[in-house]
């Protein structure tokens, strides 16, 4: 039972690239997110995903497109890749109705 | 949409004493309160939360206090060790949705000293 798998671990991007986060959970959650950390700002949402077949906006989705693959997987998108986006990504999932969730191990993506 | 602020930023105590960190939020129909803690290069991990339900609940050295009148609640660890050392979150649910989704505070970098 892996719980919640995040790839890659770090990732390097120039200014204009695009790259695809992974995150898969096999814990048959529900509910999906997509979060940034960034110091002294806490953990702010980007997309998440309600259920299979849905995805909705956070706080912070400028520059970011998310899919809902099946129940098990929800991946983020960079399309093109700026400096901004330089932070650590994470990628948690939660049962319905318990918001209590479990955190991927993170993904640390910087931009040049 | 939801407000989370986060009080002290830092805190720094010796071994054995207690910390007490304090959240505000301001959406009203929030009613769950999760407590994260994230240890340095690690993922947050959840070590209590509580519902709004219940004024206070207890987990072994941690506890959590919600006045929903007032609009905040307060993580409390007791007895301090070194290994409490590690940035918490506190969070809250935008709306009472039932989905799970959070707001996060900025987050208390706590260090315990021997």
């Known amino acids: 039972n892996a719980g919640v798998t995040q790839t890659p671990k770090f990732q390097v991007l120039k200014t204009g690239q695009s790259m695809t986060l992974q995150c898969a959970q096999d814990m048959n959650h529900n509910s999906m997110y997509w979060y940034r950390q960034d110091p002294g700002m806490g953990l702010r949402l980007i997309y998440y995903?309600?259920?299979?077949?849905?995805?909705d906006k956070g706080e912070v989705p400028n520059g970011y497109n998310v899919s809902r693959l099946n129940k098990r997987e929800f991946s983020l998108r960079l399309e093109s890749a700026a400096p901004s986006q330089t932070s650590v990504y994470f990628c948690a999932s939660s049962v319905t109705g318990d918001g209590g969730y479990t955190f991927g191990s993170g993904t640390r993506l910087t931009v040049v | 949409g939801e407000n989370v602020e986060q009080h002290p930023s830092t805190l720094s105590v010796q071994e054995g004493d207690s910390a007490v960190i304090k959240c505000t939020y301001s959406?009203?129909?929030?009613?769950?309160f999760p407590w994260y803690k994230q240890e340095l290069g690690k993922r947050p991990q959840l070590i209590i939360d509580?519902?709004?339900?219940?004024g206070e609940k207890k987990d072994q050295r941690i506890a959590v206090t919600l006045n929903k009148t007032a609009k905040h609640f307060s993580l409390h660890i007791t007895e301090t060790q070194p290994e409490d050392s590690a940035v918490y979150f506190c969070?809250?649910?935008?709306?009472?949705?039932?989905?799970?989704?959070?707001?996060f505070g900025q987050g208390t970098i706590l260090t315990v000293h021997p």
């Open positions: 509580i519902r709004s339900n219940v």
């Open positions: 959406d009203s129909a929030s009613n769950y």
């Open positions: 995903s309600a259920s299979e077949g849905t995805t």
């Open positions: 969070a809250a649910n935008p709306g009472g949705t039932s989905y799970g989704k959070l707001t």
